[in-house]
C-alpha cells in the first residue's frame, strides 16, 4: 500500500498539525489517509532502529519543551486551586459568563458552516471548473491573509461605523478567516482521484448528488482542520471583536485585566475559555471520524477534467469578484484613505521603530520557536512511540490557547517567581515560543520526513556518531521547511496582540500595539501607516504560503 | 565533516546570540525614569517630552490602564521597574497608598497644587482633573428631556438610551464616587439599572461617537472628549451637546488624575522633579495649551479657556484619597458589567 497520489500541501500540513493535539492518537490513521506529510511507504520509513539513535538526549530536549507548554494550564489549575471552589463557583457560575458563553456559541456555530459553504464553493469554483482567470481567483482569495483580523474590523467599521454585535462578528470573522479553510479544500480538491466520481456518475447519479455523495465526503479532513483552526482563532481573537464590539471571553478577560490587572476573576475566565478549547479540539475528532480517504492501489489518477460552466459563468465569476471587494477591497480603499487624508504627516518616527521592533521580534521569536520545535519535529518523525505523542500533544495543545491566556500566566509567574525576567524580552519571546510552537513544527515535520533515513544510515556507517548525523545530513536538508517554520512563526508574531501588550519591556511598541492604542482612541488617520506597514510585512509571507501549497500540490 | 558541523552550529549559535544580544541590550540601555502611564498616552508624551527638554532627563512610558497598573504595582512590590505612577483617576491612587508603596511628595510640589486636588497626608499629588458629563444627541434630546441626575438613568424610561464605557478606569472612578456619596446599597441598584439600561461601549470616545451616530440618545462620559473632537474635526461630535448634572449630583463628580512616586524607586531625585513639573506652571500650561482639554489644577494655573469653569460646575464633595477602587470591582463584576 502507499500513499503516493495523496501528496499533501504544506499549508495543508500546517492546517492538520495545528489541531494534531487532538489527532495525536490517530497518528496511523492520519498518515494512512494521506493527510499527514510522509510520502514514503511506511514499511521503510524513517523510523530507526532502536538503541542506535540519540533517543534520549532528544528527548530530554522535548520534554523541558513540553513542560514549558504544559506552564500555562498548569497556572490556571493552581489558581482554580488556589482561591477555593466557592470562589471559583461565584466567579464561573454568574451570568455574565452565560452571556459570554452564549456569545461564543452563536458565534461559532454560524461563522463555520457559513465559512465551510463560501470556501467549498469558491474551491470547486476555482479546482474544478472552467471558470475564466482560475489562477486569480485562487490568488485573491488566499490574499485576505495578509491583513490582520483586527485591520479588517477596522476597515469595516470607519466604512460602517454603526457595525456592531453578533451579525457583524460574524461577518467580519468570516472575511477575514475564510481562508483558512479554502486553502486545504482547494488542495484537496486539486488531488481527488475523479475515478469515484466516475463510479458515481456511472451509478446514475446527477452531477449535484455526485458532489455530495462522492466529492464532499472526500474533502471532511479538509474541512474539518480548515474549520478547527477557525474556530480557534474566533475563540483567541480580540481585537476584531472589541472594534465592533461583540463581546467574547477574550475580550471580557482583556477588561477584566485592565480593571484588577491578574485576578482570579480574570484567571477563570481564562480556564473557561480553555476549556472552550479543549472542547473544540474534541470535538472536532468526533466530526472527523475514523473513515479512509487514501486511494488504494498502483499507479496516478488521472488529471480531472474541469466542469463546463455554461451560462452559470456569470454569477459563478461574480461570487470570487464581490469576495474580493469585501476581503481586499475594502481594506485597501479605506486604508487608502486614510493614508490620504493624513497625508506626510502621519508617518511619523514611531512608524519606523516599531516596524523594526516588529520585524526583529518576529525574526527572533520564529527562530527561536522553530529551534524550540526540532527536537520533537524530529522525534515525532523518526521514533515515534506512545510517550513521544504525549510530549507532541504538549507541544500542540498550547499553540491553541489565546494570547491572553498564555501572557496571563506569564505575568503572574514572572513577577512572583522569576522576577529578572519581569518585563523583558526574555518572557515575550517565551511567549511567542509558546503561541506559535505549532506552526514552527509544521514546515520542521514535512522536511524531516522528507530527508530519507537511509542517508542518516549511511553517515553513520561512515563512522558518524548519530548526532553528527542528524546535524550534517537531515539538518540540512531540513533547511527549507526550517525556513517556512520560521516564516510562518513570524507571520503570526507580527500580528499579534495581547500577549505584546501585557508582557512586553517597557517602552517597546510593535506595529499591533501601536495600531492599537491609536484605533482605541478613534485616531483612525494616525493608526492607518501602522495597519499599512503590518500587511506590507505580511503580504510575503502570505505569498510563501500560496506558492508552497501550489508546489507541494505538484503544479 | 567540519565545515559542514560548523555552519550549521554557527547558524544557531548566530541566532541565538541575536536572541540573547537582542535581550541583553534592551535590559542594560538605561531606561531613565521609568513612568507608568495610565493617563492618556498622548498627553503623557507631551509632558514627558516637556520635561526632557527643560531637565534632560530621560523618561520612559509604559503605557497602561489605572487599575491594571495599580495592581500591577502592588504586586512588583519592592521590585516593581516603576519609578513614578500617572493615572486618569483617582481610585488606583488610593489603592497603591493602602499598600504603602508610595514615597511621601516633596512639600514644594505639595504646594503648587490645591487641598481639595490632593489626599492630606501628601503621599500623592493630584495633577489634572475632568468632570463626568453627560453627552447627548442635540437632534433627539432638549433641554428639558435630559436627565436631572445621573442617578435617573437607571430608571426604566431610560432603557436602551444611552451608554457609557463600564470596564474602563474613567468610569470605575464614577462608580467609587457614587458609592462614597450613595452607599453600597444606592450604588448596586444603580449598576442593575447600567446593566439593564445602557449599552456598554470600549471607551469614552466609542460611546461619544455612538451618540453622535444616533446608535444611543446619551452617554455618561467625561467633558474633555467633546472638546478634543471640536477642535480636530468635530466628525464624532456634531451631532453631541454636554449636559454637566451640577447640584452636586454624583453625576457632577470631578475625578482628579494622580501622580506617585514609588518609594522602591532608585531615581527619587529625578521622580520627585518629574511630579515638580507636572503640576508647575509649565506642566500645567501643557494642558491649557495642549489637546488635552483636561482641567489644570494647580494653584492659580487657568484651564483652557474653551472648557466650563471648575469652579461653575458645582461638583459633590468627594473625599479623593477614600475612593474604594477595590470594592467598585467586586460591584461590577457581580453587576455582571466585567
Given at each position: 500500500?502507499?500513499?503516493?497520489?495523496?501528496?499533501?500541501?504544506?499549508?495543508?500540513?500546517?492546517?492538520?498539525?495545528?489541531?494534531?493535539?487532538?489527532?495525536?492518537?490517530?497518528?496511523?490513521?492520519?498518515?494512512?489517509?494521506?493527510?499527514?506529510?510522509?510520502?514514503?511507504?511506511?514499511?521503510?520509513?524513517?523510523?530507526?532502529?532502536?538503541?542506535?539513535?540519540?533517543?534520549?538526549?532528544?528527548?530530554?530536549?522535548?520534554?523541558?519543551?513540553?513542560?514549558?507548554?504544559?506552564?500555562?494550564?498548569?497556572?490556571?489549575?493552581?489558581?482554580?486551586?488556589?482561591?477555593?471552589?466557592?470562589?471559583?463557583?461565584?466567579?464561573?457560575?454568574?451570568?455574565?459568563?452565560?452571556?459570554?458563553?452564549?456569545?461564543?456559541?452563536?458565534l461559532?456555530?454560524?461563522?463555520?458552516?457559513?465559512?465551510?459553504?463560501?470556501?467549498?464553493?469558491?474551491?470547486?469554483?476555482?479546482?474544478?471548473?472552467?471558470?475564466?482567470?482560475?489562477?486569480?481567483?485562487?490568488?485573491?482569495?488566499?490574499?485576505p491573509l495578509a491583513v490582520p483580523a483586527f485591520v479588517h474590523s477596522y476597515a469595516w467599521v470607519s466604512l460602517v461605523p454603526?457595525m456592531r454585535g453578533?451579525?457583524s462578528g460574524?461577518f467580519v470573522s468570516?472575511i477575514a478567516y475564510?481562508?483558512?479553510?479554502?486553502?486545504?479544500?482547494?488542495?484537496?480538491?486539486?488531488?481527488?482521484?475523479?475515478?469515484?466520481?466516475?463510479?458515481?456518475?456511472?451509478?446514475?447519479?446527477?452531477?449535484?448528488?455526485?458532489?455530495?455523495?462522492?466529492?464532499?465526503?472526500?474533502?471532511?479532513?479538509?474541512?474539518?482542520?480548515?474549520?478547527?483552526?477557525?474556530?480557534?482563532h474566533l475563540l483567541s481573537e480580540y481585537g476584531l471583536f472589541v472594534m465592533i464590539r461583540f463581546d467574547t471571553f477574550a475580550t471580557a478577560i482583556v477588561d477584566q485585566f485592565q480593571s484588577s490587572y491578574n485576578?482570579?476573576?480574570s484567571?477563570?475566565l481564562g480556564?473557561?475559555l480553555?476549556?472552550?478549547?479543549?472542547?473544540?479540539?474534541?470535538?472536532?475528532?468526533?466530526?472527523?471520524?475514523?473513515?479512509?480517504?487514501?486511494?488504494?492501489?498502483?499507479?496516478?489518477?488521472?488529471?480531472?477534467?474541469?466542469?463546463?460552466?455554461?451560462?452559470?459563468?456569470?454569477?459563478?465569476?461574480?461570487?470570487?469578484?464581490?469576495?474580493?471587494?469585501?476581503?481586499?477591497?475594502v481594506p485597501l480603499?479605506t486604508l487608502g484613505r486614510w493614508l490620504?487624508l493624513g497625508?506626510?504627516d502621519i508617518w511619523r518616527i514611531d512608524v519606523g521603530s516599531a516596524f523594526l521592533q516588529t520585524i526583529v521580534l518576529a525574526?527572533?521569536g520564529?527562530?527561536?520557536?522553530?529551534?524550540?520545535?526540532?527536537?520533537?519535529?524530529?522525534?515525532?518523525?523518526?521514533?515515534?512511540?506512545?510517550?513521544?505523542?504525549?510530549?507532541?500533544?504538549?507541544?500542540?495543545?498550547?499553540?491553541?490557547l489565546p494570547g491572553v491566556v498564555v501572557a496571563l500566566?506569564l505575568v503572574?509567574?514572572?513577577?512572583?517567581?522569576?522576577?529578572?525576567?519581569?518585563q523583558?524580552f526574555?518572557t515575550l519571546l517565551?511567549a511567542y515560543?509558546m503561541l506559535f510552537?505549532?506552526?514552527?513544527?509544521?514546515?520542521?515535520?514535512?522536511?524531516?520526513?522528507?530527508?530519507?533515513?537511509?542517508?542518516?544510515?549511511?553517515?553513520?556507517?561512515?563512522?558518524?556518531?548519530?548526532?553528527?548525523?542528524?546535524?550534517?545530513?537531515?539538518?540540512?536538508?531540513?533547511?527549507?521547511?526550517?525556513?517556512?517554520?520560521?516564516?510562518?512563526a513570524a507571520l503570526g508574531i507580527t500580528n499579534e496582540l495581547t500577549a505584546t501588550l501585557m508582557l512586553s519591556p517597557n517602552g517597546v511598541d510593535t506595529l499591533a500595539t501601536k495600531f492599537w492604542s491609536l484605533t482605541s482612541e478613534i485616531d483612525y488617520v494616525s493608526a492607518a501607516p501602522y495597519a499599512f506597514m503590518m500587511v506590507v510585512l505580511s503580504l510575503?509571507l502570505?505569498?510563501?504560503?500560496?506558492?508552497?501549497?501550489?508546489?507541494?500540490?505538484?503544479? | 565533516?567540519?565545515?559542514?558541523?560548523?555552519?550549521?552550529?554557527?547558524?544557531?549559535?548566530?541566532?541565538?546570540?541575536?536572541?540573547?544580544?537582542?535581550?541583553?541590550?534592551a535590559?542594560?540601555?538605561?531606561?531613565?525614569?521609568?513612568v507608568y502611564n495610565a493617563q492618556h498616552e498622548s498627553l503623557g508624551r507631551e509632558?514627558i517630552?516637556?520635561?526632557?527638554?527643560?531637565?534632560?532627563?530621560?523618561?520612559t512610558m509604559r503605557q497602561g490602564s489605572d487599575m491594571q497598573f495599580?495592581n500591577q504595582?502592588?504586586?512588583?512590590?519592592?521590585?516593581?521597574?516603576?519609578?513614578?505612577?500617572l493615572t486618569e483617576?483617582?481610585?488606583?491612587?488610593?489603592?497603591?497608598?493602602?499598600?504603602?508603596?508610595?514615597?511621601?511628595?516633596?512639600?514644594?510640589?505639595?504646594?503648587?497644587?490645591?487641598?481639595?486636588?490632593?489626599?492630606?497626608?501628601?503621599?500623592?499629588?493630584?495633577?489634572?482633573?475632568?468632570?463626568?458629563?453627560?453627552?447627548?444627541?442635540?437632534?433627539?434630546?432638549?433641554?428639558?428631556?435630559?436627565?436631572?441626575?445621573?442617578?435617573?438613568?437607571?430608571?426604566?424610561?431610560?432603557?436602551?438610551?444611552?451608554?457609557?464605557a463600564p470596564a474602563g478606569a474613567d468610569f470605575q472612578?464614577?462608580?467609587?464616587?457614587?458609592?462614597?456619596?450613595?452607599?453600597?446599597?444606592?450604588?448596586?441598584?444603580?449598576?442593575?439599572?447600567?446593566?439593564?439600561?445602557?449599552?456598554p461601549y470600549k471607551g469614552n470616545s466609542v460611546a461619544m461617537k455612538a451618540?453622535?451616530?444616533?446608535?444611543?440618545?446619551?452617554?455618561?462620559i467625561?467633558?474633555?472628549y467633546?472638546?478634543g473632537d471640536?477642535?480636530k474635526?468635530?466628525e464624532n461630535?456634531?451631532?453631541?451637546?454636554?449636559?454637566?448634572?451640577?447640584?452636586?449630583?454624583?453625576?457632577?463628580?470631578?475625578?482628579?488624575?494622580?501622580?506617585?512616586?514609588?518609594?522602591?524607586?532608585?531615581?527619587?531625585?529625578?521622580?520627585?522633579?518629574?511630579?515638580?513639573?507636572?503640576?508647575?506652571?509649565?506642566?500645567?500650561?501643557?494642558?491649557?495649551?495642549?489637546d488635552s482639554?483636561?482641567?489644570?489644577?494647580?494653584?492659580?494655573?487657568?484651564?483652557?479657556?474653551?472648557?466650563?469653569?471648575?469652579?461653575?460646575?458645582?461638583?459633590?464633595?468627594?473625599?479623593?484619597?477614600?475612593?474604594?477602587?477595590?470594592?467598585?470591582?467586586?460591584?461590577?463584576?457581580?453587576?455582571?458589567?466585567i
Amino acid at each position: 500500500m502507499t500513499t503516493s497520489g495523496n501528496r499533501p500541501s504544506k499549508a495543508v500540513a500546517f492546517l492538520f498539525q495545528r489541531v494534531k493535539a487532538s489527532a495525536l492518537l490517530q497518528d496511523n490513521r492520519l498518515l494512512a489517509s494521506g493527510n499527514q506529510t510522509p510520502v514514503v511507504p511506511r514499511a521503510t520509513r524513517m523510523v530507526l532502529p532502536r538503541g542506535r539513535m540519540p533517543h534520549a538526549s532528544v528527548i530530554l530536549l522535548a520534554t523541558v519543551v513540553a513542560i514549558f507548554s504544559l506552564v500555562p494550564l498548569g497556572f490556571i489549575g493552581w489558581v482554580t486551586y488556589d482561591v477555593g471552589w466557592e470562589t471559583v463557583k461565584t466567579l464561573v457560575f454568574r451570568p455574565r459568563v452565560g452571556e459570554l458563553l452564549v456569545n461564543t456559541v452563536l458565534l461559532e456555530s454560524i461563522t463555520i458552516p457559513v465559512s465551510i459553504a463560501l470556501a467549498v464553493t469558491l474551491a470547486w469554483l476555482t479546482e474544478r471548473t472552467d471558470i475564466p482567470f482560475a489562477r486569480l481567483w485562487a490568488w485573491l482569495a488566499i490574499a485576505p491573509l495578509a491583513v490582520p483580523a483586527f485591520v479588517h474590523s477596522y476597515a469595516w467599521v470607519s466604512l460602517v461605523p454603526g457595525m456592531r454585535g453578533l451579525q457583524s462578528g460574524v461577518f467580519v470573522s468570516v472575511i477575514a478567516y475564510y481562508p483558512f479553510l479554502y486553502l486545504p479544500v482547494a488542495a484537496a480538491l486539486r488531488r481527488l482521484d475523479p475515478a469515484i466520481e466516475d463510479a458515481a456518475a456511472s451509478l446514475g447519479l446527477n452531477p449535484w448528488r455526485v458532489f455530495f455523495r462522492a466529492v464532499l465526503p472526500q474533502l471532511r479532513l479538509a474541512i474539518c482542520g480548515g474549520s478547527l483552526l477557525i474556530a480557534l482563532h474566533l475563540l483567541s481573537e480580540y481585537g476584531l471583536f472589541v472594534m465592533i464590539r461583540f463581546d467574547t471571553f477574550a475580550t471580557a478577560i482583556v477588561d477584566q485585566f485592565q480593571s484588577s490587572y491578574n485576578s482570579p476573576a480574570s484567571n477563570m475566565l481564562g480556564g473557561v475559555l480553555v476549556a472552550c478549547c479543549l472542547f473544540l479540539l474534541g470535538f472536532e475528532v468526533l466530526v472527523r471520524g475514523n473513515e479512509r480517504y487514501a486511494r488504494v492501489g498502483s499507479g496516478s489518477p488521472r488529471p480531472t477534467d474541469r466542469r463546463r460552466l455554461g451560462w452559470l459563468v456569470v454569477p459563478a465569476v461574480l461570487l470570487p469578484v464581490i469576495l474580493a471587494i469585501l476581503t481586499l477591497g475594502v481594506p485597501l480603499v479605506t486604508l487608502g484613505r486614510w493614508l490620504y487624508l493624513g497625508g506626510t504627516d502621519i508617518w511619523r518616527i514611531d512608524v519606523g521603530s516599531a516596524f523594526l521592533q516588529t520585524i526583529v521580534l518576529a525574526i527572533v521569536g520564529g527562530v527561536l520557536a522553530t529551534i524550540a520545535a526540532a527536537p520533537m519535529a524530529w522525534l515525532s518523525v523518526r521514533a515515534p512511540g506512545r510517550f513521544q505523542r504525549v510530549l507532541e500533544a504538549c507541544h500542540y495543545y498550547v499553540g491553541s490557547l489565546p494570547g491572553v491566556v498564555v501572557a496571563l500566566a506569564l505575568v503572574t509567574i514572572t513577577v512572583r517567581l522569576v522576577l529578572p525576567l519581569y518585563q523583558t524580552f526574555a518572557t515575550l519571546l517565551v511567549a511567542y515560543v509558546m503561541l506559535f510552537l505549532p506552526r514552527a513544527m509544521v514546515g520542521l515535520r514535512a522536511s524531516i520526513a522528507q530527508a530519507p533515513v537511509e542517508l542518516e544510515r549511511a553517515a553513520m556507517g561512515l563512522g558518524r556518531t548519530p548526532g553528527q548525523a542528524v546535524r550534517q545530513i537531515t539538518m540540512r536538508l531540513a533547511a527549507p521547511g526550517a525556513a517556512a517554520s520560521v516564516a510562518l512563526a513570524a507571520l503570526g508574531i507580527t500580528n499579534e496582540l495581547t500577549a505584546t501588550l501585557m508582557l512586553s519591556p517597557n517602552g517597546v511598541d510593535t506595529l499591533a500595539t501601536k495600531f492599537w492604542s491609536l484605533t482605541s482612541e478613534i485616531d483612525y488617520v494616525s493608526a492607518a501607516p501602522y495597519a499599512f506597514m503590518m500587511v506590507v510585512l505580511s503580504l510575503p509571507l502570505t505569498l510563501m504560503l500560496y506558492t508552497q501549497s501550489k508546489r507541494t500540490a505538484g503544479q | 565533516m567540519n565545515i559542514a558541523l560548523n555552519r550549521f552550529s554557527l547558524a544557531l549559535a548566530a541566532s541565538l546570540l541575536f536572541a540573547t544580544a537582542l535581550a541583553g541590550s534592551a535590559n542594560a540601555q538605561d531606561e531613565g525614569l521609568v513612568v507608568y502611564n495610565a493617563q492618556h498616552e498622548s498627553l503623557g508624551r507631551e509632558w514627558i517630552d516637556a520635561f526632557t527638554k527643560e531637565t534632560g532627563i530621560k523618561v520612559t512610558m509604559r503605557q497602561g490602564s489605572d487599575m491594571q497598573f495599580a495592581n500591577q504595582i502592588i504586586q512588583e512590590g519592592d521590585a516593581s521597574p516603576a519609578d513614578v505612577f500617572l493615572t486618569e483617576n483617582s481610585p488606583a491612587m488610593t489603592l497603591v497608598d493602602g499598600a504603602g508603596l508610595f514615597a511621601p511628595i516633596e512639600k514644594e510640589t505639595l504646594d503648587q497644587v490645591p487641598d481639595q486636588y490632593r489626599p492630606a497626608d501628601g503621599m500623592w499629588t493630584g495633577i489634572a482633573a475632568r468632570t463626568t458629563v453627560f453627552a447627548y444627541d442635540k437632534t433627539k434630546l432638549t433641554e428639558d428631556k435630559l436627565p436631572k441626575s445621573m442617578l435617573d438613568l437607571a430608571d426604566p424610561a431610560w432603557k436602551g438610551r444611552w451608554g457609557a464605557a463600564p470596564a474602563g478606569a474613567d468610569f470605575q472612578a464614577i462608580v467609587a464616587a457614587l458609592l462614597q456619596l450613595k452607599g453600597e446599597d444606592a450604588t448596586k441598584a444603580w449598576l442593575k439599572g447600567l446593566k439593564d439600561n445602557a449599552t456598554p461601549y470600549k471607551g469614552n470616545s466609542v460611546a461619544m461617537k455612538a451618540v453622535n451616530s444616533g446608535e444611543v440618545e446619551g452617554a455618561v462620559i467625561y467633558h474633555y472628549y467633546w472638546f478634543g473632537d471640536q477642535a480636530k474635526t468635530g466628525e464624532n461630535s456634531k451631532n453631541v451637546g454636554l449636559h454637566y448634572f451640577k447640584n452636586q449630583d454624583p453625576g457632577a463628580f470631578v475625578s482628579v488624575s494622580g501622580g506617585g512616586i514609588l518609594k522602591s524607586t532608585q531615581h527619587m531625585k529625578e521622580a520627585q522633579a518629574f511630579l515638580k513639573f507636572l503640576t508647575s506652571k509649565a506642566g500645567q500650561a501643557v494642558l491649557k495649551d495642549g489637546d488635552s482639554y483636561e482641567y489644570a489644577i494647580g494653584k492659580d494655573e487657568p484651564s483652557n479657556e474653551k472648557l466650563t469653569p471648575l469652579a461653575d460646575l458645582n461638583a459633590p464633595k468627594v473625599e479623593a484619597s477614600t475612593l474604594d477602587s477595590k470594592k467598585v470591582v467586586e460591584l461590577m463584576t457581580a453587576a455582571g458589567l466585567i
